[in-house]
């Protein structure tokens, strides 16, 4: 499994390694991996997707990679798990709701509500690490 993710502070970053440890202490196998690393079609093999990305100026996706993807794999995700994080310094948690309703309009089920982080998580930050087992168990 592959978590994808774009992060500018590191926020985002950690949120994917605490994930990728709840899916691993599941006993499934997991990496990480930023956006502009990510081989989409390998990435697109996968029957659950993971996306991170934190809020960007007024509250949107990060515009000269990750909004890119999201953009290029649009119309080949449908009927696909989806499970979306990430972290924010300020408002209310608006690009996620934007995010979450973008990845629902392309047919897609998400595994759990999507997690937002305000600023870093801890190193053992439960919420991570439970999101990353409910992914391994879907």
Request: charged share 30%; proline share 2%; with cysteine.
């Amino acid at each position: 499994m592959q978590i994808v993710y774009w992060s500018s502070t590191g926020n985002t970053e950690k949120i994917a390694e605490l994930i990728k440890k709840g899916v691993i202490e599941s006993g499934k196998e997991a990496n990480t991996i930023t956006v502009s690393d990510v081989n989409i079609d390998e990435f697109l093999k996968e029957d659950i997707l993971v996306l991170g990305c934190s809020a960007m100026g007024d509250e949107t996706l990060e515009e000269s990679e990750f909004e890119p993807f999201i953009e290029q794999i649009s119309n080949k995700i449908s009927g696909k798990k989806v499970a979306l994080f990430g972290s924010y310094g300020w408002g209310d948690g608006q690009w996620m709701r934007d995010f979450e309703e973008r990845i629902l309009g392309y047919g897609c089920t998400l595994i759990d509500t999507p997690l937002i982080v305000q600023n870093t998580p801890d190193d053992d930050d439960q919420q991570c690490i439970d999101l990353g087992k409910k992914i391994a168990l879907t």
